[in-house]
């Protein structure tokens, strides 16, 4: 048996048995639902579909409602994307990064930061998608035999490498958090006992038994899914800030953006997963299993990203009065004195100073100041998206072409939108699959359990 | 007439020394169902390691094969074009631009190679039902599968080895 120290805080709080942990998280599941899930679904499902008819007003009438003009072509739209991709990276670096450095926290958050992954690069999706304007056409996006040519699609270009980036990203997420899921489910189903949900718990379990060799395989599995998915949410990321660092877009075209885009992403999707989890364990009486340690460990990650983000601003900014570039150097004095300096200031206090307040214990252990600080960090995070995509717009080269971009309402309701079909798609996550990941939890009892480690000490 | 018995026990640390306990005096144990993998377990039985990472290679290894072989295909023997002064006119020159989606594109493969594999060989399949003997193993239980068929002691022996383990329930079934 696996042991830990005993100065270690225990992860798994109180005097819980295998039974208690499948009790707790099964539970909420059986029974019937809470007033406030259903006040809270009621009001995300009235904002998605406010963003559904938005989406579908867009659809109809083409692209021309957003408030891009010649100048600023890209705004809120790829902003959305970059934000909800960069959310959906904390769910990945949970499940596999933690894993492969065997941290045994992970186990608490993994099964919903992975479902805010999906859920998140599901919301990602939306905007290049609509952004098309002709959806129906999007398929023109794949390698397809087609009547032009063939014509092909241009393997050179990051927006092309984004088309497998994220798609490959989503489906690996998808099939790495439903392999986790499998044997959860199979927990449900033998518990249980209204035929219908036994019904469909039976077949969302696949028919696992829980037998040694399937438990080989599965741990197997999970291990070589979680090295393959650690270089593959690098790599997405990278990909992302490649849209903008091969253009030759000032305050676009820098080398440094791939590892500030992959640190920013773990940054706001920390925070995100903190927003998330703060009211999950109080709304289904987890304390026991994320309580006050696990959220310092992720206020601990929050402020080492915060930090490489802070770092790479700064780089940004000298570099530009380094390279001697006017073009460059002007980028990032309009950035910071410019129609957009708002945005630049909210971003730098939310993102650089915010996240170091975290070096004092008493805040990254309190729970409220990490849940106020983590939707800080989230606004800040998208501010920082628009900063770099509009400011570098909206100002180039040519100062005849230089224009302005405001956002149109329907701008407005569609990223409004999508935060409410994300907490529509979580909240039935809560409600209907075992938020906590059983399997992997009772692994852990009884060498990070309270009362098991106070035995050992005796 | 063979016998199957299934011994459960409430811990997982009990179960691995009755199994130690049961292999040391020469009984085959056929199968353990337990609710969260048992670490150490498999040698005791004689579950043998699997081979799904070395199939995830060979999936991911396809995968960057086809990728490397579309891209040179369209990039540059179907329809070379010059993009922005960068011709594509050798797969050489164009091989940096084509390391991310071959990066992917072996992700892709051999994630949802080695996925589809490991379901295929656990028979584990949307509709397929659940095998295990009782169905509190999927909560807190742990239980044992020892077989007549696959030993060579008598089922009265087997039954008295068995009983002397820390067992909590022993369910004996008939079967042809």
């Keep these: ?458 | 007439m063979n016998k199957v018995f299934h011994v459960m026990y409430d811990d997982d640390d009990k179960l691995m020394e009755a199994a130690r306990e049961l292999v040391g005096k020469g009984v085959h144990v056929n199968e353990v169902y337990s609710p969260f993998p048992i670490h150490g377990i498999d040698p005791i039985i004689g579950v043998k390691r699997t081979r799904l990472a070395i199939a995830s290679f060979m999936y991911a290894m396809t995968g960057m094969s086809l990728a490397i072989l579309g891209m040179w295909y369209f990039m540059i023997s179907d329809w070379p074009m010059n993009i922005g002064g960068k011709p594509s006119f050798s797969l050489f020159e164009n091989i940096p631009s084509f390391i991310p989606v071959t990066f992917e594109f072996s992700v892709l493969c051999g994630a949802h190679g080695m996925a589809i594999t490991y379901l295929l060989r656990n028979g584990t399949l949307p509709g397929m039902p659940a095998s295990n003997p009782d169905p509190r193993t999927t909560d807190d239980k742990f239980v044992m599968e020892i077989t007549t068929s696959t030993n060579s002691l008598n089922a009265k022996k087997l039954e008295a080895a068995i009983k002397k383990t820390a067992l909590l329930e022993l369910s004996i079934k008939d079967v042809k």
């Excluded at chain 1, 010649?70 to 990945?92: L, P, R, Y």
């Excluded at chain 1, 999906?118 to 999007?138: D, K, L, Q």
């Excluded at chain 1, 990909?239 to 940054?267: C, E, L, N």
Aim: proline share 4%; aromatic share 16%.
């Design chain 1, 1 to 458: 048996m696996q042991r830990e120290s005993a100065i270690r805080e225990p992860l798994i709080l109180g005097h819980k048995t295998y039974k208690d942990i499948t009790d707790d998280v099964v539970g909420p599941i059986t029974g019937p639902a809470h007033i406030g899930w259903k006040i809270l679904i009621t009001i995300s499902s009235i904002i998605a579909l406010y963003g559904v008819g938005c989406i579908l007003y867009l659809l109809g009438t083409g692209i021309g409602v957003w408030g891009l003009n010649k100048t600023v072509g890209w705004a809120w739209d790829i902003t959305n994307f970059v934000w909800w991709v960069g959310i959906g990276h904390a769910g990945t670096l949970i499940s596999a990064v933690l894993l492969l450095f065997r941290q045994k926290w992970r186990m608490a958050i993994n099964r919903s930061a992975e479902a805010m992954t999906i859920f998140a690069v599901i919301m990602a999706a939306v905007f290049p998608g609509i952004h098309m304007g002709r959806i129906w056409v999007s398929y023109w996006v794949l390698p397809l035999p087609n009547q032009f040519g063939s014509l092909w699609v241009n393997f050179n270009s990051p927006l092309l490498w984004d088309v497998f980036a994220i798609s490959t990203y989503f489906s690996v997420s998808l099939v790495f958090w439903y392999i986790g899921l499998i044997p959860d489910f199979a927990t449900i189903r033998d518990r249980v006992v209204k035929p219908l949900p036994k019904k469909i718990y039976s077949i969302l379990s696949f028919g696992w038994s829980g037998r040694a060799k399937h438990w080989t395989r599965f741990e197997e599995v999970s291990l070589v899914l979680a090295g393959i998915a650690t270089p593959l949410v690098f790599s997405v990321h990278s990909i992302v800030s490649m849209d903008f660092a091969t253009s030759v877009i000032p305050g676009w075209h820098t080398t440094i953006f791939p590892p500030y885009f992959v640190s920013g992403a773990v940054f706001s999707g920390f925070a995100m997963v903190q927003t998330l989890m703060l009211i999950m364990r109080k709304a289904y009486k987890l304390e026991a299993y994320i309580h006050v340690k696990h959220v310092e460990y992720m206020n601990i990650v929050i402020i080492v990203t915060g930090s490489i983000v802070g770092v790479a601003y700064l780089t940004e900014l000298f570099i530009s009065w380094y390279s001697g570039v006017e073009y460059e150097s002007y980028a990032f004095i309009n950035r910071f004195s410019g129609p957009y300096s708002v945005a630049y200031w909210t971003m730098m206090t939310c993102n650089v100073i915010s996240p170091q307040l975290f070096w004092f214990k008493k805040i990254r252990r309190s729970l409220i100041a990490t849940f106020i600080l983590s939707i800080v960090v989230n606004i800040g995070m998208w501010f920082e998206r628009y900063v770099i995509i509009v400011t570098s717009l909206h100002r180039d080269y040519l100062p005849s072409s230089w224009g302005e971009f405001y956002p149109t309402a329907i701008d407005i309701g569609i990223f409004i939108g999508t935060i409410g079909i994300f907490s529509t798609l979580f909240l039935m996550f809560t409600r209907f699959f075992p938020v906590l990941a059983l399997n992997e939890l009772k692994t852990i009892l009884k060498s990070s359990g309270e009362s098991y480690k106070n035995q050992l000490d005796k």
